[in-house]
């Protein structure tokens, strides 16, 4: 067995788990979960230690090239391990044929697109799994339409610029696998590097969700169906990642842009780039504290987390290609767990408005519990696997001296810490509705993937020595220095980081407190209308829920920023408009017109070719 | 067999039918199945073969060629014609007044395909010109006859110019044989002035059929306003024949200059196709200036004129013609049930009718070029091609690309979207529109997904394309 036959079964997946779903959802539900969870084993246990390479032919001059690097085994096991406990974890939800085929498409796209050696099977069955997905995230609700084809528009910009760039190196490069441009690339001219890695970079830009092009994430990651939105943040984006990983280290953008200006040891286009990561930070943490709803809340958290990745891979150097591969692994996992307990929410109370909410922590205390080590994952805060990822990111920060940068990734940090304590706040303490007081937990088989994601997260906060050493395997093959570890240790420039310590330490102050809360008065339950409107009857009592517009002092001081979302909708007006008059000149309402445009027409070239 | 019979018989067939009224729907139908199978058994053989007509040896005769290309483009629109006369008998009243005139479009398309005489071919535009004028009036409302009535004008004055082209080239070669002249152009006898003007006139001529910006004024009116079964075979049948030929007639005889004519117009076609189909809000129009934009795709590649280029361009023309075929008989399916086309009114149907969403998808996935589906194929190498003109053109034919992307999601959302408005009756589709729907949907997969070998036909048409009429001309002729 081999991958080609892993994704030419996962391919043929698609149609026949459609027909069986016609007969039977729940068993093509199920034979779905055990493929995605047989891929992930498989890839997991088998990939690491063999290098293959397979190659089929797609035209007389293009192949299509699979193989396993350390790289694409890092990122295909994320990528494998999202996918594949979604799958298990979707199981109670809303079933349908049409939804089964194109997920069955969608992993297998992406298994197509995170094993590929060259950049037209990247990018192909990357398209594929878009395409797929496109479709699937407007199956549910009746807004997505109109936020999906933001998507569109922008996963074709991206889609094409790649195609473009394919092309591109081909004619100039006369080759497009990653060894081989990597090795030929050094050698063109700065203006062919210059717009290889410019187009490639738009593409990683539109996918990852980074500035200008992160305008897609709010609406098709909110809107898509609960049970897809962890694939589509977890999985999806981190190709992008992959891609970028690709055109930064393995083709070293660092020693062809050398010639280019310098600033602090980083070239121009990749400063460029990470200033852009830079950005995304800055509006996707401001702008998911401005949202009330949870699942548009995280998508902006993807934003900023998509920045902290590309400014991590963009500065490269060896903290930082590791913290931004760690960054990889910590949000696939932190914004599946997060759009999962989200999920489970919205699968037991039908919303996902935080004021709408409340008190769930003593209904649903697995549920909290991963949505809770999630976020502190997503802030950075230790004893989760978060922390140490952006600990390794500020250090390359402060070595390279690079001050914007360090603001943006401290401002995310910090703004972090206001964003993901809304939905904690509003969804799951505080009182508990009336209309919720008969809720249970979701069911074993949501509560096991999102177990796992939790005990994962814990697991290499605690150890990240054991991720950083299978990172430094990835850097090492693509000529990185390796981070310094032992078993507990992760030794950096401005110090080191002992892990057990720091975790023995959070143990020893949980305990502590955990004794103190046992100790104390028990606290009384007040009911929701209990409370300080004095006499007053409430109407609208959503509008009293204290996480209704939380941060309103923040909001209003964001209120009259620019918005950085519009310009795709007023750029489709103008074309609009310039359809209008693109008609008016060439299909008058006339025939005499139009034959007198074809006269101009010949007359014309005829002067222009003579 | 001597490919003389798919012009003759349908040819024959009218004659007959316009003196038995009676029986002309089964003559039509006769016609169409004789040209089905006889355009897939032409496709078994291959290589380069001229047929004279009359026993005057060419270039003394008219004589007919069958290459590479022709035979995978002929069985695709005689086919493609077989399923339309399909789908239009299907239907209980369907009117016998205008069979004639499809019997009549039917041999001239294929004669147009096969012709090898610069003269005759023209003839044949001209009867595929008035039966298609015919057809686009057949619409119900009056606007189909001032849509008629525009395409009247701008065919003949096309047809002219095509004509005074050839003129000048037949005074300038001594021959009409389209091989006799390409031999004596590559061999450079002719003068670059004349060839010049001569190619323009012929551009402008062929580009009123092919669609080309800006002889392309009717489309819109025609393409919307004409009834269902016009509109089917005017927009996937022939245009498979017209931008063929417009690539066969323009790489033999045409000037090099010319070319780069092609490539402007081809592009700029493209983008004005694209940027005004963005702005429609029904789907047969936006499909009418989608037909644009892909004939622009086609013919722009015509204009780069290397192998790769041309083998897209056939690819894009047969991806063309089944997908179009399978959308315009959607919409008219639509219009016929639901009464309109907009984008509102189409809310949801691919859940209330699940194969019509199906067919719908992988046609609108191909046409805008989706991995899987056949129109990947050609579109990859359509921008692969388009790297041996300025860097420009692929820049542009890329963000003409997004624009088409964004369009068609736009539709195939609305088929998928949840529907809240009034309960609809669960829709069925007749079972022929269904047979055929389906049969092209997986063609189009099955193409889309197979192996580059399968696809190698493709390039041995493209092949054909570039050199087939002129080594036809080296050999067979030994410039005469």
């Known amino acids: 067995m081999s991958i080609l036959t892993l994704l030419v079964a996962s391919l043929l997946a698609a149609p026949i788990l459609y027909l069986l779903a016609k007969f039977n959802t729940k068993i093509a539900y199920g034979a779905y979960a055990a493929l995605q969870v047989f891929s992930f084993i498989y890839v997991f246990f088998t990939g690491r230690s063999n290098v293959s390479y397979e190659v089929i032919g797609i035209t007389e001059r293009l192949n299509f090239n699979f193989g396993i690097t350390p790289t694409n085994w890092f990122f295909a096991s994320i990528v494998l391990l999202i996918i594949s406990m979604s799958a298990i974890f979707m199981f109670p939800l809303k079933k349908s044929p049409v939804k089964i085929f194109l997920l069955a498409l969608v992993s297998a796209g992406t298994l197509g697109a995170v094993f590929s050696q060259d950049f037209l099977t990247l990018m192909i069955f990357w398209e594929i799994s878009t395409w797929a997905s496109l479709i699937l995230i407007i199956q549910d609700k009746e807004k997505s339409p109109r936020e999906a084809i933001k998507y569109v528009t922008i996963a074709s910009i991206g889609t094409y610029s790649m195609l473009f760039a394919i092309f591109y190196m081909l004619d100039k490069l006369g080759s497009i696998d990653f060894s081989t441009v990597a090795t030929r690339i050094e050698s063109a001219t700065v203006e062919v590097q210059l717009v290889i890695l410019i187009s490639l970079g738009v593409m990683v830009l539109a996918k990852m969700g980074v500035f200008p092009l992160h305008i897609w994430l709010r609406g098709s990651h909110s809107s898509a169906p609960d049970e897809f939105s962890p694939i589509l943040s977890g999985a999806l984006t981190k190709i992008g990642a992959f891609l970028l990983f690709t055109i930064t280290a393995a083709l070293p953008s660092f020693r062809i842009f050398s010639q280019l200006p310098v600033f602090n040891g980083i070239p121009m286009v990749n400063y460029t780039f990470a200033l852009l990561g830079g950005i995304s930070i800055v509006v996707g943490t401001v702008m998911a504290i401005r949202m009330e709803d949870a699942k548009e809340l995280i998508a902006f958290s993807t934003v900023s987390n998509s920045g902290y990745i590309v400014m991590a891979l963009s500065i490269g150097g060896t903290y930082a290609t590791a913290g931004g591969l760690m960054h990889v692994l910590n949000h696939a996992m932190a914004s599946a767990a997060m759009f999962m307990a989200i999920a489970a929410v919205a699968y037991r109370t039908g919303t996902t408005k935080m004021h709408e909410m409340g008190g769930l922590i003593l209904k649903m205390p697995v549920t909290f519990a991963t949505y809770l080590v999630a976020i502190i994952s997503v802030a950075g805060i230790p004893p989760t696997s978060g922390f140490v990822s952006k600990w390794l990111i500020y250090q390359q920060l402060v070595q390279n001296g690079l001050p914007f940068l360090a603001f943006a990734a401290f401002f995310g940090s910090i703004g972090s810490f206001m964003y993901v304590f809304k939905p904690l706040a509003g969804i799951f303490l505080g009182q508990l509705k009336p209309q919720h007081r008969n809720l249970k937990e979701v069911p074993l088989v949501m509560v096991v993937p999102m177990a796992i994601l939790t005990l994962l997260t814990v697991f290499w906060g605690m150890l990240p020595s054991n991720a950083i050493k299978t990172i430094n395997a990835v850097t090492a093959s693509v000529g990185i220095n390796a981070v310094e570890v032992t078993f507990s240790r992760i030794v950096a420039l401005t110090g080191e980081w002992d892990s057990i310590l720091v975790t023995t330490v959070f143990a020893i102050g949980f305990f502590i407190s955990l004794f103190i809360f046992m100790r104390a008065k028990k606290a009384r339950q007040v009911d929701l209308m209990d409370n300080y409107t004095a006499g007053d009857f409430l109407y609208t009592s959503e509008l009293y829920h204290f996480s209704y517009r939380m941060y309103r002092p923040f909001d209003r001081l964001f209120e009259k920023w620019p918005s950085m979302e519009d310009w795709l909708s007023s750029l489709s007006d103008k074309i609009k408009e310039l359809g209008a008059l693109l008609k008016a000149i060439f299909y008058p309402a006339n025939p005499q017109l139009y034959i007198g445009l074809a006269m101009v027409a010949i007359i014309g070239t005829f002067w222009w070719l003579r | ?480």
Not at chain 2, 66 to 73: F, G, K, N, S
Not at chain 2, 446 to 468: H, I, P, Q, R
């Open chain 2, 1 to 480: 067999m001597n490919p003389v019979w798919l012009i003759a018989v349908p040819l024959a067939l009218a004659f007959i039918s316009t003196f038995a009224n009676k029986i002309s729907n089964w003559l039509l139908i006769l016609s169409a199945i004789f040209n089905a199978v006889a355009g897939i058994f032409l496709s078994f053989s291959s290589g380069t073969v001229s047929y004279s007509i009359g026993g005057w040896r060419p270039p003394f005769g008219i004589d007919l060629i069958v290459t590479d290309a022709t035979r995978i483009l002929l069985p695709v629109a005689n086919i493609l014609f077989f399923f339309a006369v399909i789908i239009h008998f299907s239907k209980k009243r369907a009117s016998e007044k205008f069979s004639v005139v499809y019997t009549i479009s039917l041999a001239s398309l294929n004669g147009i395909l096969l012709t090898n005489d610069l003269f005759n071919l023209f003839v044949f535009l001209e009867i595929a010109g008035v039966a298609a004028y015919l057809l686009a009036m057949t619409g119900k409302k009056g606007e189909s006859k001032v849509a008629a009535f525009k395409y009247l004008l701008l065919g003949s004055v096309g047809s002219l110019l095509y004509l005074l082209g050839v003129a000048v080239l037949y005074a300038a070669a001594g021959t009409l044989n389209i091989s006799a002249i390409a031999t004596k152009v590559s061999d450079g006898l002719l003068n670059g002035d004349v060839m010049l003007v001569s190619s323009l006139l012929m551009i402008a001529g062929l580009g009123v059929e092919s669609k080309l910006v800006p002889f392309n004024g009717w489309v819109p009116g025609v393409f919307t306003k004409s009834s269902n079964m016009a509109t089917l075979v005017l927009a996937s049948v022939y245009p498979v024949a017209m931008i063929s030929t417009f690539s066969r007639v323009i790489l033999a005889v045409g000037d090099r200059r010319a070319l780069d004519l092609v490539i402007v117009l081809g592009v700029a076609t493209v983008l004005i196709g694209e940027v005004i189909a963005f702005k429609q809000r029904n789907l047969r129009s936006t499909l009418a200036y989608s037909s644009i934009a892909q004939s622009g795709l086609a013919i722009f590649l015509v204009g780069i004129g290397t192998v790769e280029a041309l083998t897209a361009s056939v690819m894009l023309i047969i991806n063309n013609a089944l997908a179009k075929f399978v959308l315009f008989s959607v919409d008219s399916y639509t219009t016929e049930e639901l009464g309109a086309d907009d984008l509102e009114s189409l809310y949801g149907l691919g859940r209330m009718a699940p194969v019509v969403g199906l067919i719908f998808t992988v046609s609108a996935l191909s046409i805008s070029g989706m991995p899987l589906f056949f129109g990947f194929r050609a579109k990859l190498l359509a921008i692969s091609s388009s790297f041996e003109s300025l860097l420009v053109v692929p820049i542009v034919i890329l963000l003409a690309a997004v624009i088409e992307i964004t369009y068609y999601f736009r539709w195939i959302f609305a088929l998928y979207r949840p529907y809240q408005g009034e309960e609809r009756a669960r829709l069925s589709l007749p079972l022929e529109l269904m047979a055929i729907g389906v049969v092209l949907a997986a063609i189009l997969v099955f193409l889309g997904s197979s192996s580059y070998e399968t696809l190698m036909t493709f390039s041995k048409a493209g092949n054909a394309m570039v050199d087939a009429i002129i080594t036809l001309g080296k050999n067979l002729i030994g410039g005469v």
